[in-house]
């Protein structure tokens, strides 16, 4: 099956500094990767579609400045939290869609983010 | 209206019970709906999906989808403790759209 990998699985970092997390499709190569965040006892809210080789597409209010994305190859999206806030706290998750096949979006295990 | 809307819960069930999750969808162009189960903690686990009318069955798990209704559920058979989490819907075109979840409890 398909597998993607997230990392770190847990981060804590002061207010003002920024954030990388790496999501990484090991078995298989995606054009396409997806990042969403979650909050405690909410759903999944998509932040942005990553997109290899070119620029990520941003869902409504999410500040493109303030999460860099970066989908660098075909294997590899990284999402920067830039001048974290107590308030980005939350559980991110990243996405991939193995093209061709039945596996449906594959999650990475999630970065839990905690800014103090 | 969201476009993705499931029955808040939580739904709590016996041991070996059947546990019964409906999910609504107001996008007519979507085209394949997904279950996933979430544990506490975790990130999202793809349990079952369909794109065509009908069900679909897979071990203890069933999905049926009606588009004239614009409606998807899934019934977990047998349900064990195991099963305790939360299950999300979501409905695709060209990107997913999840809904709120379903929380389930199995009691032994």
């Known amino acids: 099956g398909a597998v993607v990998s997230q990392h770190p699985s847990r981060v804590i970092c002061k207010s003002g500094t920024s954030v990388k997390i790496e999501c990484r499709s090991l078995?298989?190569?995606?054009?396409?990767m997806f990042w969403y965040r979650q909050f405690p006892k909410q759903s999944l809210m998509l932040m942005a579609t990553?997109?290899?080789?070119?620029?990520?597409?941003?869902e409504q209010g999410v500040e493109k400045d303030k999460f860099l994305i970066n989908h660098a190859s075909l294997t590899l999206s990284t999402l920067t939290v830039t001048s974290a806030h107590p308030e980005d706290s939350s559980f991110y998750i990243c996405?991939?869609?193995?093209?061709?096949?039945?596996?449906?979006?594959?999650f990475g295990s999630g970065t839990r983010l905690t800014v103090v | 209206q969201k476009e993705v809307e499931q029955n808040s819960g939580p739904l709590s069930v016996p041991e070996g019970a059947i546990a019964s999750l409906n999910c609504t969808y107001s996008?007519?162009?979507?085209?394949?709906f997904f279950w996933y189960r979430q544990y506490s903690g975790k990130s999202p686990e793809l349990i079952m999906f369909?794109?065509?009318?009908g069900d679909k069955e897979d071990g203890r798990f069933t999905a049926q989808l009606n588009k004239a209704s614009q409606y998807v559920s899934l019934l977990i058979r047998d349900s064990q403790p195991s099963d305790s989490a939360t299950y999300l819907c979501?409905?695709?075109?060209?990107?997913?759209?999840f809904g709120a979840g379903t929380t389930v409890t199995v009691r032994a």
């Open positions: 996008d007519r162009g979507s085209q394949s």
């Open positions: 996405s991939a869609y193995p093209a061709g096949t039945n596996y449906g979006y594959t």
């Open positions: 369909i794109y065509s009318n």
């Open positions: 990553s997109n290899e080789g070119s620029k990520a597409t941003y």
């Open positions: 979501a409905a695709l075109r060209g990107k997913l759209s």
């Open positions: 078995d298989f190569q995606a054009t396409t």
